[in-house]
Protein backbone atom coordinates (compact mmCIF):
# COMPACT_ATOMS: atom_id res chain seq x y z
CA UNK A 1 0.00 0.00 0.00
CA UNK A 2 1.44 3.10 -0.66
CA UNK A 3 0.43 7.08 -1.25
CA UNK A 4 -0.01 8.26 -4.83
CA UNK A 5 0.01 11.87 -4.37
CA UNK A 6 3.76 13.89 -4.16
CA UNK A 7 4.88 15.32 -0.33
CA UNK A 8 5.47 19.41 -0.73
CA UNK A 9 8.86 18.72 0.43
CA UNK A 10 9.03 22.97 1.09
CA UNK A 11 6.19 22.62 3.33
CA UNK A 12 8.26 20.06 5.72
CA UNK A 13 11.38 22.12 5.82
CA UNK A 14 9.00 25.44 6.28
CA UNK A 15 7.56 23.62 9.62
CA UNK A 16 11.14 22.50 10.57
CA UNK A 17 12.57 25.59 10.50
CA UNK A 18 9.73 27.19 12.22
CA UNK A 19 9.97 24.87 15.21
CA UNK A 20 13.45 25.14 15.20
CA UNK A 21 12.92 28.60 15.70
CA UNK A 22 10.50 28.20 18.26
CA UNK A 23 12.29 26.02 20.56
CA UNK A 24 15.56 28.13 20.37
CA UNK A 25 12.96 31.18 21.28
CA UNK A 26 11.44 28.93 24.26
CA UNK A 27 14.94 27.89 25.60
CA UNK A 28 16.29 31.46 25.32
CA UNK A 29 13.53 33.67 27.22
CA UNK A 30 12.59 30.80 29.70
CA UNK A 31 13.69 31.57 33.36
CA UNK A 32 14.58 28.57 35.50
CA UNK A 33 11.42 29.43 37.34
CA UNK A 34 9.26 28.82 34.47
CA UNK A 35 10.88 25.58 33.35
CA UNK A 36 10.41 24.30 36.79
CA UNK A 37 6.39 25.26 36.21
CA UNK A 38 3.46 22.39 35.65
CA UNK A 39 2.74 22.26 32.41
CA UNK A 40 -1.06 22.20 31.19
CA UNK A 41 -2.54 18.50 30.55
CA UNK A 42 0.89 16.28 30.90
CA UNK A 43 2.26 15.31 34.28
CA UNK A 44 5.88 16.81 33.25
CA UNK A 45 7.15 20.69 33.69
CA UNK A 46 7.64 22.77 31.21
CA UNK A 47 11.65 21.32 30.94
CA UNK A 48 10.75 17.92 30.77
CA UNK A 49 7.79 18.72 27.82
CA UNK A 50 10.65 20.94 25.79
CA UNK A 51 12.81 17.28 26.04
CA UNK A 52 10.04 15.25 25.03
CA UNK A 53 9.41 18.22 22.17
CA UNK A 54 12.93 17.27 21.17
CA UNK A 55 12.65 13.78 21.60
CA UNK A 56 9.66 13.36 19.22
CA UNK A 57 12.52 14.53 16.05
CA UNK A 58 15.23 12.02 18.10
CA UNK A 59 12.46 9.15 17.28
CA UNK A 60 11.44 10.17 14.02
CA UNK A 61 15.06 9.01 12.88
CA UNK A 62 14.26 5.84 14.24
CA UNK A 63 11.04 5.65 12.52
CA UNK A 64 12.40 6.40 9.54
CA UNK A 65 14.19 3.15 9.62
CA UNK A 66 11.31 1.06 10.91
CA UNK A 67 9.08 2.35 7.60
CA UNK A 68 12.28 1.37 4.99
CA UNK A 69 13.01 -1.84 7.01
CA UNK A 70 9.26 -2.66 7.30
CA UNK A 71 7.99 -1.39 3.75
CA UNK A 72 9.93 -3.56 1.77
CA UNK A 73 8.11 -6.73 3.66
CA UNK A 74 4.96 -8.74 3.08
CA UNK A 75 2.36 -6.68 4.76
CA UNK A 76 1.16 -9.24 7.41
CA UNK A 77 4.92 -8.69 8.92
CA UNK A 78 4.48 -5.16 9.93
CA UNK A 79 0.94 -5.66 10.68
CA UNK A 80 2.29 -8.05 13.29
CA UNK A 81 4.91 -5.83 14.24
CA UNK A 82 2.44 -2.78 15.03
CA UNK A 83 0.24 -4.85 17.04
CA UNK A 84 3.26 -6.59 19.00
CA UNK A 85 3.77 -2.45 19.91
CA UNK A 86 0.21 -1.81 20.61
CA UNK A 87 -0.08 -4.47 23.18
CA UNK A 88 3.40 -3.31 24.64
CA UNK A 89 1.41 0.40 24.87
CA UNK A 90 1.47 0.16 29.17
CA UNK A 91 5.27 0.01 29.18
CA UNK A 92 5.98 2.38 26.21
CA UNK A 93 3.89 5.13 28.20
CA UNK A 94 6.14 4.20 31.45
CA UNK A 95 9.25 4.79 29.84
CA UNK A 96 8.13 7.55 27.70
CA UNK A 97 6.76 9.22 31.15
CA UNK A 98 10.70 8.56 32.51
CA UNK A 99 12.54 9.23 29.76
CA UNK A 100 12.38 12.98 30.06
CA UNK A 101 12.17 13.44 34.05
CA UNK A 102 15.14 11.86 33.60
CA UNK A 103 17.36 13.46 30.42
CA UNK A 104 16.69 17.23 31.59
CA UNK A 105 19.02 16.14 34.99
CA UNK A 106 21.41 15.28 32.13
CA UNK A 107 20.63 17.36 28.80
CA UNK A 108 20.47 21.20 30.32
CA UNK A 109 19.33 23.94 28.08
CA UNK A 110 22.16 24.09 25.91
CA UNK A 111 22.72 20.48 24.97
CA UNK A 112 18.57 20.33 24.33
CA UNK A 113 19.52 23.39 21.71
CA UNK A 114 22.35 22.24 20.29
CA UNK A 115 20.76 18.51 19.48
CA UNK A 116 17.52 20.34 18.06
CA UNK A 117 19.86 21.89 15.52
CA UNK A 118 21.31 18.44 14.38
CA UNK A 119 18.18 16.70 13.91
CA UNK A 120 16.63 19.18 11.97
CA UNK A 121 19.92 19.72 9.49
CA UNK A 122 19.67 15.84 9.73
CA UNK A 123 15.67 15.16 8.68
CA UNK A 124 16.28 17.94 5.86
CA UNK A 125 19.52 16.07 4.30
CA UNK A 126 17.41 12.67 4.50
CA UNK A 127 14.02 14.37 3.21
CA UNK A 128 16.15 15.81 0.08
CA UNK A 129 17.78 12.38 -0.55
CA UNK A 130 14.32 10.72 -0.81
CA UNK A 131 12.69 9.69 -3.69
CA UNK A 132 9.23 9.69 -4.42
CA UNK A 133 8.73 6.30 -4.78
CA UNK A 134 10.42 5.61 -1.07
CA UNK A 135 8.50 8.53 0.33
CA UNK A 136 5.35 6.65 -0.72
CA UNK A 137 6.47 3.20 1.03
CA UNK A 138 5.08 2.60 4.05
CA UNK A 139 3.89 -0.34 6.95
CA UNK A 140 1.27 -0.40 9.73
CA UNK A 141 1.59 1.46 13.10
CA UNK A 142 0.86 1.36 16.56
CA UNK A 143 -2.55 3.35 16.77
CA UNK A 144 -2.33 3.59 20.42
CA UNK A 145 1.49 5.31 21.14
CA UNK A 146 0.76 8.42 20.02
CA UNK A 147 -2.81 10.09 18.30
CA UNK A 148 -0.68 11.46 15.06
CA UNK A 149 -0.16 7.76 14.58
CA UNK A 150 -2.03 6.01 11.97
CA UNK A 151 -3.10 2.48 11.44
CA UNK A 152 -0.62 2.96 8.13
CA UNK A 153 2.08 5.65 8.16
CA UNK A 154 3.66 6.42 4.79
CA UNK A 155 7.10 7.90 5.20
CA UNK A 156 6.31 11.36 3.82
CA UNK A 157 3.68 10.89 6.44
CA UNK A 158 6.41 9.91 9.26
CA UNK A 159 8.72 12.94 7.65
CA UNK A 160 5.79 15.46 8.91
CA UNK A 161 4.80 13.94 12.24
CA UNK A 162 7.61 15.41 14.62
CA UNK A 163 6.05 18.75 13.43
CA UNK A 164 2.63 17.55 14.55
CA UNK A 165 3.78 16.20 17.99
CA UNK A 166 5.98 19.40 18.68
CA UNK A 167 2.68 21.75 17.81
CA UNK A 168 0.23 19.75 19.98
CA UNK A 169 2.84 20.04 23.29
CA UNK A 170 3.84 23.31 22.20
CA UNK A 171 0.14 24.34 23.23
CA UNK A 172 0.63 22.74 26.84
CA UNK A 173 3.62 24.94 27.73
CA UNK A 174 3.40 27.28 30.15
CA UNK A 175 6.02 29.16 29.79
CA UNK A 176 4.38 32.70 30.03
CA UNK A 177 2.85 31.60 33.55
CA UNK A 178 -0.97 31.35 32.03
CA UNK A 179 -2.74 28.01 32.44
Not at 35 to 53: V, Y
Not at 129 to 140: D, K, V
Request: net charge positive; proline share 4%.
Amino acid sequence: MTNTHPMDRQAVYDDYERVRQTFHRLLDTASEAALARATDGTRWNNEQLLWHMLFGYMVTVRLLFLVRFFGRLPAGVGKGFAQALDAATALFDLINYLGPCGAVKVYGRRRMDAAFDRLIDSLHRKLAAESEAALARGMPYPMRWDPFFKDFMTLADIYRYPTQHFDFHHAQLTLDGAR
